[in-house]
């Protein structure tokens, strides 16, 4: 991956938001994705980040705002004030038959990267906190670490998740992307399950990926 743009990071370091998640999925599609959150992939629209604030109030109660792309073999989906990428239903149900990677960033202060492989979770942990450290094996908490341990201290760990996942996928979820239109759809009611309305895929065995060197 080239080095890292002025800018291309605002999205995830601005301290307005009080929380984001994205998840990256492997070889689905972006409504797909949308549908294994548990939304109406046919009610989605193709919207740019302003356009996409009025959808905020329909789900400020419970639920969620899904924005949606794809980076070739890999899909995404961000959420600028949510949690439901983080959850272990919604990972469940993306993950299966393929690879979820997720990445939070909590109001509490405490963040999270996930590696979910068909429907199970197999590292989970808060960069940065060598507390939080997986049983081995674990590749992606090594490849974040040296990641952060070749940056200033006050290098964000989120960044360095950021950096470390775009380098695997072979692109950047960066601000441009973010502002941009995506796909989008309301996730009416945050929930632990996913929707039993998704295809469900029959391949048990994904395909093994190793973790890239970096």
């Not at 692109?171 to 295809?199: C, F, K, M, Q, Y």
Request: aromatic share 8%.
């Amino acid at each position: 991956m080239s080095e890292t743009t002025a800018g291309q990071w605002e999205w995830a370091e601005d301290q307005r938001l009080i929380m984001w998640c994205v998840t990256f999925t492997r070889a689905i599609t972006a409504p797909d994705v949308l549908a294994r959150y548990g939304a109406d992939p046919q009610a989605a629209r193709l919207l740019e980040r302003d356009e996409a604030h009025p959808l905020y109030d329909a789900t400020a109660q419970e639920g969620s705002v899904l924005r949606a792309g794809s980076f070739g073999e890999w899909s995404f989906c961000w959420e600028e004030h949510g949690i439901a990428g983080a959850m272990f239903g919604t990972c469940a149900a993306l993950s299966e038959g393929t690879e979820t990677l997720s990445l939070l960033r909590c109001a509490k202060g405490r963040n999270s990267f996930a590696h979910w492989r068909d429907g199970q979770c197999v590292e989970h942990f808060e960069p940065g906190m060598t507390f939080t450290k997986p049983q081995s094996p674990h590749p992606w908490w090594d490849a974040i670490e040296d990641h952060l341990a070749a940056q200033p201290p006050q290098r964000s760990s989120l960044i360095s998740a950021l950096e470390v996942v775009a380098a695997h996928i072979g692109a950047a979820l960066d601000s441009r992307i973010v502002n941009g239109p995506l796909l989008t759809a309301a996730l009416l009611t945050s929930r632990e399950s996913p929707s039993p309305n998704w295809p469900r895929t029959t391949n048990r065995r994904p395909p093994g990926r190793r973790l890239a060197s970096f």
